[in-house]
Nanobody, 123 residues
């Protein structure tokens, strides 16, 4: 039900925009996670559909922006000032529940996951 797109390869300092489309429905909470080679999957950013409340991981705050499009049932992750440390497979996740901000970072909060999209940042 979730389809992520927009990954690719860029040089350090560049930008990419990831999209997460839900098939004809909306969820209460959406999030982006990422998993770098040899590392555990980590929370990147989350957004609540009803009130647009957002949360960011410290490592991306000020560089990444999460947003949504009510008409397209989609969530986006605008990634600016990319660095090689941002290289990872990025996953879109969603859940029917509207989570409090404090729970957005938990993988177990999300019942729906899309296939990952690769983001590679070269130095």
């Amino acid at each position: 039900q979730l389809q992520a797109s927009g990954g690719g390869s860029v040089q350090a300092g560049g930008s990419l925009r990831l999209s997460c489309a839900a098939s004809g429905r909306t969820f209460g909470t959406y999030a982006w996670f990422r998993q770098a080679p040899g590392k555990e999957r980590e929370f990147v950013s989350g957004i609540r559909w009803s009130d647009n409340n957002k949360r960011y991981a410290t490592s991306v705050k000020g560089r990444f922006t999460i947003s949504k499009d009510n008409t397209k049932y989609s969530v986006y992750l605008q990634m600016n000032s990319l660095s090689p440390e941002d290289t990872a497979v990025y996953f879109c996740a969603a859940d029917s529940r509207t989570w409090i901000i404090g729970n957005m970072h938990r993988e177990t909060a999300y019942g729906h996951w899309g296939p990952g999209t690769q983001v590679t940042v070269s130095s």
